[in-house]
């Protein structure tokens, strides 16, 4: 049986709750993506030229840093990752 990881960024906790579904029914280890400085709401105003969020998709330099996994992804066979679409 393959070991199966998801991992997850949520901005709105739609991507949330899609990865605890699919989580569940593949019995796989459930992992949140965690930015070190966590994402305001206008940070997210992706309609925002300026915004965090913008910003950071425009410029590689500016991707957030994230919280150390408590997971070895080598571990693992299959790694599904889930992130909103701005």
């Known amino acids: 049986m393959k070991k199966i ?5 949520s901005a709105s906790g739609v ?4 990865a ?7 019995s796989a280890d459930l992992e ?7 994402y ?6 992706w309609n925002n030229i300026k915004s965090r969020s ?10 957030p ?4 996994s408590k997971y070895d992804v080598s571990d693992y066979d299959v790694i599904f990752i889930g992130y909103p679409i701005w």
Not at 32 to 38: A, G, L, M, S
């Open 32 to 38: 949140e993506i965690i930015p070190v400085n966590p």
């Open 65 to 68: 840093q994230i919280l150390p």
């Open 54 to 63: 913008s910003l950071e998709m425009n410029n590689e330099s500016l991707r």
């Open 40 to 45: 305001t709401k206008q940070d997210l105003d």
């Open 20 to 26: 605890k579904e699919l989580a569940s029914k593949l």
């Open 5 to 9: 990881l998801v991992c997850y960024f």
């Open 15 to 18: 991507t949330r709750l899609k």
